[in-house]
């Protein structure tokens, strides 16, 4: 008897683990997101701080900033456009007819905005251009830098750095009244 026991033990003991299990899976997604209680508000969350991108913005100045610390002023126009969910489109142009394609390609294209809210800094992702080459830009204009980025009235200031820290960059936008 006790080899049959040992015998049945051994063919149901899997089929009530695998019963046990399945029970526990549910198929169905949740039908409403998570709360995530406190950290989806207020001032310095992501929330607020997407809300305060989000909107029309026109370059007020651009400096670039030699590895010395000679800030160069370039003279251009533009537009920067992001929307609720960090997507952005940068529509601008040289005053400098001479400036290359890559220059130009600066200025022109669309992306999102990967924020980090603790460190205040934001991240370009999934950039896409029409013309030029990211790729031969000078360092200090590289798309994939981080960009600090600070809020004083209607005024967004973005000031990149490269990997030692060093400020390369900075660029000052006024919000268009809506």
Do not use: H
Not at 27 to 52: C, D, H, K, N, W
Not at 83 to 101: E, F, H
Not at 109 to 136: H, K, N
């Amino acid at each position: 008897m006790s080899k049959q026991f040992r015998a049945m033990v051994w063919v149901m003991m899997p089929a009530v683990v695998l019963v046990s299990c399945s029970a526990c899976v549910s198929s169905r997604p949740r039908q409403r997101p998570i709360e995530g209680g406190a950290v989806s508000a207020g001032p310095g969350t992501l929330a607020s701080v997407r809300s305060r991108l989000e909107g029309t913005w026109n370059l007020v100045s651009a400096d670039v900033l030699s590895a010395a610390g000679v800030k160069t002023p370039i003279k251009a126009s533009a537009v920067l456009t992001y929307d609720a969910y960090g997507n952005l489109s940068l529509k601008g142009d040289y005053a400098d007819p001479a400036a290359t394609a890559e220059q130009r390609a600066a200025l022109n294209f669309t992306g999102r905005a990967v924020i980090d809210t603790q460190r205040q800094v934001l991240r370009l992702l999934d950039v896409q251009q029409s013309e030029g080459d990211f790729a031969t830009l000078p360092a200090e204009m590289a798309a994939g830098r981080e960009r600090a980025f600070a809020f004083e009235g209607d005024l967004l200031t973005l000031t990149v750095k490269d990997s030692k820290g060093r400020v390369t960059a900075v660029n000052t936008w006024r919000r268009q009244a809506k």
